[in-house]
Nanobody, 121 residues
Framework: QLHFVESGGGLVQPGGSLTLSCAAS????????IGWFRQAPGKDRERVSC????????YYADSVKGRFTTSRDNAKNTVYLQMNSLKPEDTAVYYC??????????????WGQGTQVIVSS
C-alpha cells in the first residue's frame, strides 16, 4: 500500500528557505513521477513541481521557477522540495503525490497528508 510521510513545513520569514521531505513506503519513488502541490485558503490546488522516474526530468510552475528545486534520494526512498526566496504568497498546505505513471502527467494516483508552510514576518 502506498504511503507518504511529509515533513519540514513551518513558519519562515519572507526571503527564507525551507526543505520539505516526502518519505514513501510501499513503492519505489524512482519508478514513479512524484509531484508537489499546494493549496492556499480559498484557492484551488496548484501543481508546483514534479520529478519523473529515474533519471528524473523535472517540471516547475512559473510561480516557483528559479526558487524551488525538487530532488529524489532513492536510497532513502524520499523526495524533497527545496524552497528558497520564499514569499508570503507561497503560504499554503503542501502535498506530495504519486502521479499516474513514470512521467509527469499531473494526474494524481495517491496523495500525502500535507504539511503547512507559512511565510510571514
Amino acid at each position: 500500500q502506498l504511503h507518504f510521510v511529509e515533513s519540514g513545513g513551518g513558519l519562515v520569514q519572507p526571503g527564507g528557505s525551507l526543505t520539505l521531505s516526502c518519505a514513501a513506503s510501499g513503492f519505489s519513488v524512482d519508478n514513479y513521477a512524484i509531484g508537489w502541490f499546494r493549496q492556499a485558503p480559498g484557492k484551488d490546488r496548484e501543481r508546483v513541481s514534479c520529478i519523473s522516474g529515474s533519471p528524473g526530468s523535472t517540471y516547475y510552475a512559473d510561480s516557483v521557477k528559479g526558487r524551488f528545486t525538487t530532488s529524489r534520494d532513492n536510497a532513502k526512498n524520499t523526495v524533497y522540495l527545496q524552497m528558497n526566496s520564499l514569499k508570503p504568497e507561497d503560504t499554503a498546505v503542501y502535498y506530495c503525490a504519486a502521479e499516474v505513471g513514470y512521467y509527469c502527467s499531473g494526474y494524481v494516483g495517491h496523495w500525502g497528508q500535507g504539511t503547512q508552510v507559512i511565510v510571514s514576518s
